[in-house]
């Protein structure tokens, strides 16, 4: 049943104690993380859309998927008018499958392997925003990660990101907001309350949507 490998598969990521088991956990899961993650109503990778165009006009960017996985989010924002996204993801086996939907109206203009935490393979300034989900969460990319993420995104670009409970104190990211704040390197312009990223499964794993103005 997907929904069983499904929450097997989220406890083989969410326990990886390092960068290289949690690439080696996604490139188990990479052939069905589609289908499993859809029977576990996985709404993230789509209700993100809703911020980048309330907040990117159509049209605008290039933008950074960071984190892209399998490369869900990428056909919902061309559908809605955006068609420079780069995706950037840990694992070679994600990425492949992003590739693949690139038949399909071509929604990543650019896929490039590489860390959230460490150095980004981009110049400062280099996009009009950033969004990332599912990325921020138990095992996954620091919240120190927001830090280079920030410096890739151009003055009046946008950080769209989402936060799991269960990593926000843990993980310092309100000290991370709080830096990035009173360096004037960011302001914060809206975040959403705590909500499930399950509409079927897990109905305790709560995300909240951050949204900041770089400046």
């Given amino acids: 049943?997907?929904?069983d490998?499904?929450?097997a598969a989220?406890?083989?990521?969410?326990?990886?104690?390092?960068?290289?088991?949690l690439a080696k956990a996604y490139a188990d899961w990479a052939a069905t993380y589609d289908s499993e993650t859809a029977s576990l109503g996985y709404l993230l990778p789509f209700l993100i859309t809703a911020w980048v165009a309330r907040h990117v006009p159509a049209g605008e960017g290039p933008l950074l998927d960071a984190?892209?996985?399998t490369g869900l989010s990428g056909p919902s924002l061309k559908a809605l008018g955006y068609g420079d996204i780069v995706g950037l993801d840990l694992s070679d086996d994600m990425l492949k499958i992003a590739g693949s939907r690139?038949?399909?109206n071509k929604p990543y203009s650019e896929l490039k392997k590489a860390m959230l935490g460490g150095p980004?393979?981009?110049?400062d300034r280099h996009f009009r925003a950033f969004?990332?989900?599912g990325v921020f969460t138990i095992g996954h990319a620091p919240a120190s990660g927001l830090h280079e993420l920030v410096r890739i995104t151009r003055s009046g670009g946008h950080s769209i990101f989402t936060v799991r409970d269960q990593v926000f104190e843990s993980g310092g990211f309100q000290g991370v907001f709080d830096e990035l704040t009173e360096a004037q390197k960011w302001r914060p312009v809206e975040q959403s309350p705590?909500?499930?990223c399950y509409a079927i499964g897990d109905p305790a794993a709560l995300v909240k949507t951050f949204v900041f103005e770089v400046v």
């Fill in 10 to 21: 989220l406890d083989s990521v969410y326990s990886a104690d390092s960068p290289e088991r």
């Fill in 131 to 133: 969004f990332s989900t």
């Fill in 1 to 3: 049943m997907n929904f």
């Fill in 102 to 104: 690139q038949a399909d």
């Fill in 5 to 7: 490998k499904a929450n």
């Fill in 120 to 123: 980004l393979p981009w110049p």
């Fill in 67 to 69: 984190g892209c996985g």
């Fill in 194 to 196: 705590w909500f499930r």
